[in-house]
């Protein structure tokens, strides 16, 4: 007996490869054939209230951070105690974030944590808008600074800054994906992307403006933003899924949302338990969206077809006709541009990608995406997660979704505050992260009561969640707390990057130019590659960027030569150390301090400065020593 | 201990992710060349639900994935034509099957040792989502990208009660120079453990300064973390677990000699990545300390371009590098003996599988072979495969699956080809998983890509 298998997808199928004579078979059904295999969806509800584990894990790795970390009594002192109606530590404030935030936490009867220590905010404000620790100068300076304004003074101080840029650049790189396609190594393509991305951080430009460049642009790849569009469609064979792969790709880089499901079926019989919007929603629906990029060119040029030219035409259609390529075949003729999340069509006269760059931009989606994934980068999750995920059936409050769904946002009326703040503010990025940045919920300390403490608290941010350090965070704080910086090479570049932060891609180091761009007694550039790619950098293509821990990780921080070459340098922090104290300039106490400032970016505690004072003096190997231990404690691999 | 070697081929990797010079940008517009059309073979009604039992065969499981797609009809499944170079010498193997005994002699003469399965069908024909789908069993989900676990990891999850206190090597290790996939949402304790200087060791074992210095540090971050309560709670992702792994991994002196290959291996293996890959992934075998799946790649088989010449990464040439490491390891392999089978190469279950399929026929105008799904063969040995078998066939071209193989009336799909390995190790395939971030349920083996509720371990290899 045969039976018609490739359309009957349960688990969602990006892409799909077509066995042609199926395609005559499978028009003669007329209801999909479809049923929940009984091996597969054994209890729906069950995967529905399975869904804390990224917030269990947050805070499990919260609790063993904050336990790594001397007692609150030595450092701290709480300050105030909760009486009904209030929340210790707090001041009236109009920030929308605390507003929400602290009177959810009242109704709900949680506790929230105290504010952080002054020491600990400015070394999480200064990783969070940064990347990189603070010197020891700007923490004193800071702690023992007595405006009442130098919170908000210090975020105005960063934000804006060299450290600001790039690591605002690539964040804006990760999420728009930049890696290079270009054949001949030059990076050209990516290159022109990071640019882009960096004067558009450098300039604050505004969001909405930024997108609509990216989705509107025309021109050669290397000459903008470009490689965007061009990425997505590399490996496909039909306009038509290359139209598809692009539209996908916009989608969950803007609005944080995966129409990727329909692109090969109908949501029915596929999406009940998955997304719920979407399981309403149907192939030709996405193909309305995907023909907004219906009259773009790609065209390979070049002397060696190494650039690829993006430009518009005006009779290009997506005509619903495939029996091959990468998707199940299509019938249903010439579809006309159609915005899926709204049904907004193209204005008389108006180029195709001009339209979908104003409809999405101008989409609350667009908003609450944007605000969504700055705000988790500040507070470790997102008001919804997976943050490209999103459910648009189950944002409203005022329209709740049908049992067994909940709504998807933790805080629903503050992620639409967020969005409509960061709409009015003209999409200005800078204002954005200015008021997430200076909301005392963000300023919470991450150490709790744990008698009192339940996991559920996290998804409502009752105290800070730790973030693991990026990849190039890491680096970067071994770098500058040894004074030796590092000197990379990049594709199409021929200065060296003394950060990892900096570096335009995932791609560099640049193995390649050993011999020609980095200067002797540096780092060998595979080293430094893997190490990087050990801790979680991904490649911005088929690998994600992770933030798990590892075993190859806990080698490099043992033994790399990153590492040991750096604590034993004749010019690293513990030569200089031991010469300071042998020259009685520092006392044993400043100098234990010094070394905690310069590695942890916190102060010892009463009892570490009294144990290690004497193991301090005895020379450069034993601080060399302390310092590689400190490298290796939790503290250093989180922002806490 | 970075040679020119591990930069070159890092390189050559990067190059080959960008499609081969031949194609380039050109995929846009071209990409792989219009398939022969294929018969299509339907399955039956499957019976959902059916209790399995798995044939617990083998403790080890090594997959050696040919990166790029071999030309099956060039291989594995050689047909002769016109456009066959003589040097590829098609003649009979041992088994008394058509073989490319001038490339890959050794193995032609252990044809007795390896099966093959001539009746596998892909879904994908680009590289990335086509690898991705060997390394998971399942077919790319951008949505779902991030949770989904490499099957090593599954099986490092599955063993981890087994382990005992020798055993000081993560489950599972991975000698390649790009995965696609790690743990997904599994433990980070299940993740590829990576070797990327095979024959050499494994990176950072031990600092430039030596064990002593190491020991002294340790005592110093041990006297830094007292200070503290410490870590109390440990999590999965807890970092002290991994520092503990890596020092018993860094203390054992066997750790280190795990990973050197003599210079009698490395002539019988092939001084080459695969080799001293193979050749180290069998010392890790034979050490017997922890690590039961181990992904071995070989680069290189993207022949789109020249395919016959006789550069290092045309056919001819990685058939030879092939040949010269496989046979090296299933002889050493037979020739230790197993924990519970009589020789190691009984209770290891070997996989060897490329990306896809290449097209048949005559060359294409760049006198090479694109990507093709429609058939392709895959080879199997070891944890209780009868060697010298052919499972299924194809039609004259190679073209279409033409006899499956089996009793199920479809051909054989990767879903299948992970059943079993999870059959041969032990493992329910039928198990599932529901704590996923997205609260998808995650099924081990997953066989909803190819429209099915079951996949069927490839009984006939037993």
């Given at each position: 007996m045969k039976r018609v298998i490739l359309f009957l997808f349960v688990v969602v199928v990006a892409v799909t490869l077509v066995f042609p004579t199926q395609q005559s078979q499978a028009s003669k059904k007329t209801k999909l054939p479809f049923t929940f295999g009984k091996?597969?969806?054994?209890?729906?509800?069950?995967a529905l209230s399975n869904k804390v584990d990224i917030v269990g894990e947050v805070s499990r790795q919260t609790k063993a951070l904050a336990a790594s970390l001397p007692p609150t009594k030595e450092i701290s002192k709480p300050v105030a105690t909760l009486k009904s109606g209030s929340t210790p530590g707090r001041v009236p404030t109009s920030n929308i974030i605390d507003q929400d935030i602290f009177s959810t936490l009242a109704t709900k009867n949680i506790l929230p944590a105290n504010p952080a220590t002054d020491e600990e905010f400015c070394r999480r404000i200064f990783l969070d808008l940064t990347g990189r620790q603070p010197s020891p100068d700007r923490l004193l300076k800071y702690v023992g600074d007595k405006d009442p304004d130098k919170k908000s003074k210090l975020i105005d101080e960063l934000i804006g800054s060299e450290g600001y840029i790039d690591r605002w650049t690539q964040w804006f790189g990760d999420l728009t994906r930049n890696y290079t396609i270009a054949q001949d190594l030059s990076g050209r393509d990516r290159n022109a992307q990071y640019l882009y991305l960096k004067d558009a951080v450098t300039r604050n430009k505004p969001y909405n403006q930024i997108v609509t460049d990216f989705i509107t642009f025309t021109g050669l790849y290397d000459q903008g933003p470009g490689g965007f569009l061009v990425r997505p469609a590399f490996n496909t064979t039909l306009p038509q899924d290359a139209y598809d792969e692009i539209t996908a790709e916009i989608s969950r880089t803007f609005l944080?949302?995966?129409?990727?499901?329909?692109?090969?079926?109908?949501?029915e019989g596929h999406l009940e338990q998955v997304n719920l919007y979407f399981s309403t929603r149907k192939r030709s629906d996405f193909w309305g969206l995907s023909a907004f990029l219906a009259q773009t060119n790609f065209t390979i040029t070049g002397a060696q077809n190494e650039l690829v030219k993006i430009s518009n035409n005006t009779n290009g259609e997506y005509v619903a006709n495939t029996k091959d390529g990468l998707r199940p075949p299509r019938t249903g003729g010439t579809i006309e541009p159609t915005y899926l999340f709204n049904g907004g069509k193209v204005n008389r006269g108006e180029d195709r990608r001009v339209a979908l760059a104003r409809l999405i931009t101008s989409d609350p989606q667009f908003a609450r995406a944007f605000v969504n994934r700055v705000f988790a980068q500040f507070f470790t999750i997102g008001l919804v997660e997976p943050i490209d995920q999103f459910d648009l059936a189950r944002l409203d409050p005022n329209n709740p979704p049908p049992a067994p769904w909940d709504l998807q946002p933790s805080y629903p009326v503050l992620l639409d505050q967020l969005a409509t703040f960061f709409q009015k503010s003209g999409y200005d990025v800078?204002?954005?992260?200015?008021l997430i940045a200076?909301?005392?919920?963000?300023?919470?300390s991450s150490r709790y009561d744990?008698?009192?403490?339940?996991?559920?608290?996290?998804?409502?941010?009752?105290?800070?969640?730790?973030?693991?350090?990026?990849?190039?965070?890491?680096?970067?704080?071994?770098?500058?707390?040894?004074?030796?910086?590092?000197?990379?090479?990049?594709?199409?570049?021929s200065k060296t990057f003394s950060s990892a932060m900096a570096l335009p891609g995932i791609e560099e180091p640049l193995l390649s130019t050993v011999s020609r761009n980095v200067p002797p007694q540096s780092d060998n550039p595979y080293v430094v590659y893997k190490f990087l790619q050990d801790f979680g950098r991904g490649d911005r293509n088929t690998v994600i960027?992770?933030?798990?821990?590892?075993?190859?990780?806990?080698?490099?921080?043992f033994n790399s030569d990153l590492l040991i070459g750096r604590i034993s340098n004749v010019n690293g922090l513990p030569t200089q150390l031991a010469k300071t104290l042998q020259d009685k300039k520092a006392t044993p106490e400043e100098a234990v301090a010094y070394l905690y400032l310069m590695t942890l970016g916190r102060q010892p505690s009463a009892t570490e400065i009294d144990k290690l004072k004497t193991k301090i003096t005895a020379g450069p190997e034993a601080i060399a020593d302390l310092q590689w231990a400190l490298f290796n404690r939790l503290d250093f691999l989180y922002n806490y | 201990m970075y040679g020119k070697d591990k930069q070159s081929w890092l390189l050559e990797r990067r190059a080959f992710l960008k499609l081969g010079a031949g194609l380039g940008l050109g995929s846009l517009l071209l990409g792989w060349s219009n398939p022969a059309r294929a018969e299509i073979i339907n399955a039956t009604s499957p019976s959902i639900g059916t209790a399995v039992t798995p044939r617990a065969s083998a403790r080890n499981c090594l997959l050696i994935v040919l990166r790029g797609g071999p030309s099956h009809i060039d291989t594995f499944d050689a047909k002769v034509g016109n456009w066959t170079p003589s040097k590829l010498g098609m003649a009979q193997n041992s088994a008394g099957y058509i073989w490319p005994t001038g490339v890959m002699p050794q193995l032609a003469k252990r044809a007795n040792k390896f099966s093959i399965v001539r009746s596998l069908q892909h879904q994908e024909v680009v590289h990335e989502r086509a690898e991705y789908y060997t390394e998971t069993g399942r077919r790319l989900n951008p949505g779902l990208r991030a949770e989904i676990p490499h099957i090593g990891a599954v099986v490092a999850l599955e063993q981890e009660s087994q382990r005992a206190s020798t055993d000081i090597f993560p489950g599972f290790m991975l000698f390649s120079g790009s995965a696609y996939t790690n743990n997904g949402f599994l433990s980070a304790s299940f993740a590829p453990f990576a070797i990327d200087d095979p024959g050499v060791g494994i990176n950072n074992l031990l600092p430039s300064d030596g064990l002593i210095a190491f020991n002294r540090r340790r005592d110093a971050l041990k006297m830094v973390n007292d200070l503290n309560s410490g870590e109390v709670n440990a999590t999965r992702q807890s970092f002290s677990v991994f520092q503990d792994q890596a020092e018993k991994m860094l203390k054992d002196p066997m750790t280190a000699t795990t990973f050197l290959v003599s210079d009698t291996d490395r002539k019988r293996y092939?001084?080459?990545?695969?080799?001293?890959?193979?050749?180290?992934?069998?010392?890790?075998?034979?050490?017997?300390r922890g690590t039961h799946f181990i992904e071995v790649d070989q680069y290189g088989w993207d022949n789109h371009v020249n395919i016959y010449d006789d550069g290092p990464y045309d056919l001819p040439a990685l058939c030879r590098q092939f040949d010269t490491a496989f046979s090296s390891l299933l002889d050493d392999l037979n020739d230790s003996p197993g924990i519970k089978a009589p020789t190691l190469l009984d209770e290891t279950f070997i996989v060897v599988i490329g990306d896809f399929g290449r097209t048949v026929?005559?060359?294409?105008?760049?006198?090479?072979?694109?990507?093709?799904?429609?058939?392709?063969?895959?080879?199997?040995?070891?944890?209780?495969?009868?060697?010298g078998r052919v499972i299924g066939s194809t039609d004259d071209a190679g073209a279409v699956p033409k006899d499956l193989g089996w009793s199920n009336d479809r051909p054989i799909h990767l879903p299948d080809v992970v059943t079993t390995m999870y059959s041969t190790l032990g493992i329910d395939w039928t198990k599932t998983l529901t704590n996923t971030p997205s609260g998808r349920i995650y099924r081990y083996a997953d066989p909803t890509a190819i429209g099915d509720d079951n996949s069927y371990e490839i009984t006939p290899l037993f």
């Open positions: 091996t597969i969806f054994q209890d729906p509800h069950a944080a949302t995966q129409p990727v499901c329909i692109s090969c079926h109908n949501g800078q204002a954005l992260i200015r200076n909301s005392q919920a963000y300023g919470l744990e008698s009192k403490w339940k996991e559920e608290y996290a998804r409502f941010y009752a105290r800070k969640l730790v973030r693991r350090l990026q990849a190039e965070e890491v680096l970067d704080a071994i770098s500058t707390s040894t004074f030796r910086p590092g000197a990379y090479a990049a594709m199409g570049f960027r992770s933030n798990s821990g590892s075993i190859e990780q806990a080698f490099d921080l | 092939g001084n080459n990545y695969f080799g001293l890959s193979l050749a180290s992934a069998r010392n890790v075998l034979k050490a017997n026929g005559p060359l294409t105008q760049s006198k090479g072979r694109d990507h093709y799904p429609y058939a392709f063969s895959a080879m199997f040995a070891g944890g209780g495969v009868k060697g």
